[in-house]
């Protein structure tokens, strides 16, 4: 009989495994090399894990889980006008210590144009947003079913994001920002 899984190492493997992840990206990922990095061996990742896939789901979940979590710990206070909200979330999402959650968030979702099945809940990462989005943009929605509206305030955010990630041009993305938050005005 087989050694039981062990939570506690596969939760160690699963932090270690996502900070290797944000920091070099998923593209030619492979067992041996992160097994590696980790100080494990491949079968021990299969072992935890299951595959490479199901590896590669719990990464991306604990990426997006530590940054909608350190997210809340940086919004302003309820009593914030949605403007407030808005720039609270830009401040945060663009900052240079964001960088590897903005690259990977680009990565997953290019590669998954192209390769839909190896992202089953891809779409979650965007539509994941719409609850802190809803809530902190009340004065701007017209109720609580209101879809349209943060699909297009994320739209604004990833396309500022995408272009700061590659013109690196903070004035003007921060510009941009504030002319959107001007457009939102009541």
Partial sequence: MGRPPDPARRATTLARATDYVLAHGLAG???????????????????????KQELVAAVLAEARR???????????????TPEEHLRGIWAWISAPERAPFVRLFF??????????????????????????????????????????????VMAVVRGLLFDLANTGDRDRTDRALDRFCRLLRP
């Fill in 29 to 51: 990922l492979s067992l041996r090399p992160l097994a590696a990095a980790l100080d494990t061996s491949p079968r021990m990742l299969l072992y935890d894990f299951g595959s």
């Fill in 66 to 80: 530590r940054g909608a979590s350190r997210m809340a710990e940086c919004l302003p206070a309820e009593a914030a």
């Fill in 107 to 152: 990565e997953v979702h290019a590669d998954g144009l192209v390769h839909p099945e190896n992202y089953p809940d891809r779409a979650e990462a965007i539509t994941g947003w719409f609850g802190t989005l809803g809530t902190a943009l009340r004065g701007v929605t017209t109720g609580p079913d209101d879809t349209v509206t943060p699909t297009l």
